[in-house]
């Protein structure tokens, strides 16, 4: 079965500091991998996915199927950024492949 | 689009009762999910459904929580009799069909068991 890691279940950096959060799964085939981003007490939005690599509010994410990991990065964190961040992971098209995996969340804590 | 629209948003009650949770997905959406997060397991997912027939019910933690799906707009989660234990956020997402399609979720029902 699929399993999504994400290692850090709390991570504090200061504004302005690189900030990487770690997602690591495991899964045989092709996987869709996207980054959900929850604010306090507020819904799930979607990040990213790695299939279109872009860059959204300055984070980027990138597949690395050797490594199979897929960690999400920003250059320089913003107070803004305060959030808990979800790693998923779905198998791909048809039936039960649509389901998605998620990791257990990273906390990220930007302090001033 | 109003996106996925759950209701109540909060849930008080007494253990014992039947508790009704709502969900309308995104217009064209053909799967819908159910997820329950909480501190201690964070995000599970309960059940979803393709073309409003159930796919996958494994997450559904025992025979007193069902699920309906009567129709492309519409499905409600349902907990009888209810448990201080399922007290948790939940959640519904929904999705088009498609490789690489997010899910959009609702804004979650705070549910909370006395």
């Known amino acids: 079965a699929q399993r999504v890691t994400q290692p850090e279940k709390l991570l504090s950096v200061f504004k302005g500091a690189p900030v990487e959060l770690k997602c690591n799964y495991s899964y045989s085939g092709s996987p869709e991998l996207f980054w959900y981003v929850q604010y306090s007490r507020q819904r799930l939005q979607l990040l990213l996915r790695?299939?279109s690599r872009e860059s959204i509010k300055g984070f980027t994410a990138d597949l690395n199927k050797g490594e199979t990991s897929f960690h999400l990065k920003k250059p320089f964190a913003q107070e803004e950024d305060s959030a808990m961040y979800y790693c998923a992971l779905t198998k791909g098209s048809g039936g039960s492949n649509y389901k998605l995996t998620f990791g257990k969340g990273t906390l990220l804590t930007v302090n001033p | 689009d109003a996106g996925v629209i759950q209701s109540p948003r909060h849930e008080v009650t007494e253990m014992g009762q039947e508790v009704t949770l709502r969900c309308k997905p995104i217009s064209g959406h053909n799967s819908l999910f159910w997820y329950r997060q909480t501190m201690m397991r964070g995000l599970e997912l309960l059940i979803y459904f393709n073309n409003n027939v159930p796919i996958d019910d494994s997450g559904m933690p025992e025979d007193r929580f069902s699920a309906k799906m009567p129709n492309a707009s519409f499905s409600t989660l349902k907990i009888q009799p209810s448990e201080p234990r399922d007290s948790a956020v939940y959640f519904c997402?929904?999705?088009?069909?498609?490789?690489?399609?997010?899910?959009?979720f609702g804004d979650g029902t705070r549910l909370s068991i006395l």
């Open positions: 997402a929904s999705r088009y069909r498609g490789r690489d399609q997010p899910q959009h």
């Open positions: 790695h299939i």
